[in-house]
């Protein structure tokens, strides 16, 4: 079934420092992607829309240049968080549309497996 | 205001137990539905998508009713393993675009 990796798991920095986070789509390509956040006993909060080789769309709110995102190929997208903050600190899915699902269904999205992140 | 409304439980349960819970959603024009399953710490995962007929998935059915907007899940004859968070999601766009979550509900399915 379709798979997204995303990389790191858990990363814990100092404040003002950037992280990047990665998500890959292993097995089919992707020219749509999507980052969330989501913060403790919240819903998955939509960041942005990142497609292959263009800019990404930020929802109102989000600033994009704070979370840098790339999306250089149909497999890969990165966001960055720049100049991090104890308020980033959060929990951080990457989806990716298309693929077929493990159960065989076909979900509108595959979701990297998140990446907590605690600025201190 | 695009909003997928859900109560967030916790729903405590009994095993063996059945137990359903409703979500409602704001825009007319939603397109498609699902339900994704949410352990803690962890990744959504699609449950089921939610089609006009309804449909079920072994002890899962699922239903949508346009004419209340809302839809539901049920689970019967729940296992220690249901325990998770249940996320209702409303795409706008048809697919993967405009995909709206709810907070989601939590259920505890208890011994």
């Known amino acids: 079934g379709a798979v997204v990796s995303q990389h790191p798991s858990r990363v814990i920095c100092k404040s003002g420092t950037s992280v990047k986070i990665e998500c890959r789509s292993l097995d089919f390509q992707a020219t749509t992607m999507f980052w969330y956040r989501q913060f403790p006993k919240q819903s998955l909060m939509l960041m942005a829309t990142s497609n292959e080789g263009s800019k990404a769309t930020y929802e109102q709110g989000v600033e994009k240049d704070k979370f840098l995102i790339n999306h250089a190929s149909l497999t890969l997208s990165t966001l960055t968080v720049t100049s991090a903050h104890p308020e980033d600190s959060s929990f951080y899915i990457c989806s990716a549309s298309g693929g077929r699902g493990s159960s065989g269904g076909d979900s509108p999205l595959h979701f990297g497996n998140g990446t907590r992140l605690t600025v201190t | 205001r695009k909003e997928v409304e859900q109560d967030p439980g916790p729903f405590n349960v009994p095993e063996g137990a059945t137990v359903a819970f409703n979500c409602t959603y704001s825009n007319s024009a939603s397109q498609s539905f699902f339900w994704y399953r949410q352990d803690c710490r962890k990744e959504p995962k699609l449950l089921m998508s939610?089609?006009?007929?309804?449909n079920e998935d072994g002890r899962f059915t699922a239903q949508l009713n346009r004419a209340s907007q809302y839809i539901s899940l049920l689970i019967r004859d729940s296992k220690l393993s249901d325990s998770a968070t249940y996320l209702c999601?409303?795409?706008w766009g048809g697919g993967a675009d405009g995909l709206t979550f709810g907070k989601g509900t939590h259920l505890i399915i208890q011994p």
């Open positions: 939610v089609y006009s007929s309804g």
């Open positions: 999601v409303a795409s």
